[in-house]
């Protein structure tokens, strides 16, 4: 299962939340929201809002957040980090 991050172009979150990923080898699926319908339709039905950079990973979702809070949140979930091969020290 392949890791999906909603973006918007221009969007300075989405850009620091690629950055994030790819210094940590994590290949995510990214979905522009704006040039998709489908795309924003299925980032509301899962986190309840339309802000980007939103993360979706199986049952884990955390929505418009920045680098720091996510990485907070993976804190909170030791084992999502494992998978996704996030050094819990990053």
């Known amino acids: 299962m392949k890791p999906i991050l909603y973006i918007k172009p221009g969007c300075p979150w989405c850009r620091a ?7 940590h080898g994590v290949e995510v ?15 509301v039905e899962i986190s ?7 993360f979706e990973y199986g049952e884990f979702v ?10 907070a ?3 909170e979930f030791p084992e999502v980090a494992r998978e ?4 819990e020290e990053a």
């Open 29 to 43: 699926d990214l979905r522009d929201v704006n040039a998709s319908k489908s795309n924003m339709n299925r980032m």
């Open 62 to 71: 955390v929505a418009d957040f920045s680098v720091d809070e996510f990485q």
């Open 48 to 54: 309840g809002q339309s802000l980007t950079p939103t």
């Open 84 to 87: 996704l091969g996030i050094d």
């Open 73 to 75: 949140e993976l804190e």
């Open 17 to 23: 939340a690629r950055s994030y990923f790819e210094q």
